[in-house]
């Protein structure tokens, strides 16, 4: 298990705002170059225009505030965990302000990203086992206890694959689980 604290990754501006990198496989941070990218990105600017991304799939989920997404002649709107998939090929525009997280593989590796709303009531239990190339769980509100340690909001949790994790919300939790197949 790995686990990765929003608070305690380097930000960097972009054109719209702020970007976290939170996970990248493989590791090298060179920008272009990655099989599995995890980020958070911070829209501080309406309108704004998203960097391209040649040759990468994105997944874009909205976890505050609203936002409409432009690409290819079509604008849709997302709402707290809404999700929008498109290229990094396309030209994208946002208006409003928001944070989102970001899911990035290159297309060429024909990766699907899913994912999926988990809600859990305050002492309530969930087994997560990885069984994909790339399980993660995002704490989107509330807190959660692992082995007895307590993880709270804006904390990504990366599974190996094969591990299982008993999960035991400390309060009502809502956490957003992220799986690359």
């Given at each position: ?8 990754s ?34 501080n600017?309406?309108p ?8 990468i ?5 909205l976890?505050e505030g ?10 849709e709107?997302?709402?707290?965990l ?9 030209t994208?525009?946002?208006?409003g302000?928001?944070r ?11 990766y ?28 989107v ?7 007895s340690?307590?993880f ?19 309060s009502?939790?809502?956490i ?6």
């Open positions: 298990m790995r686990v990765i604290h929003v608070n305690k380097i930000k960097q501006n972009w054109s719209g705002g702020t970007t976290t990198e939170l996970f990248r496989v493989p590791s090298d941070h060179d920008n272009l170059k990655f099989d599995i990218r995890i980020s958070m990105a911070e829209i600017d309406s704004s225009n998203f960097t391209p991304l040649e040759g799939q994105r997944t874009l989920v976890l609203e936002l409409e997404l432009t690409h290819k002649g079509k604008t709107s997302l709402r707290h809404d999700h929008s998939k498109f290229s990094g090929d396309w994208t525009q946002s208006i302000r928001a989102v997280l970001n899911i990035m593989t290159p297309a060429s590796l024909q699907i990203h899913q994912l999926k709303t988990i809600s859990l009531t305050n002492r309530e239990t969930s087994v997560h086992k990885s069984k994909n190339i790339l399980d993660a769980l995002y704490i509100n509330g807190s959660l206890s692992i082995n340690e307590i709270y909001k804006d904390t990504l949790i990366v599974l190996e694959q094969g591990e299982a994790l008993q999960l035991k919300a400390c009502n939790l809502t957003l689980g992220i799986s690359i197949l």
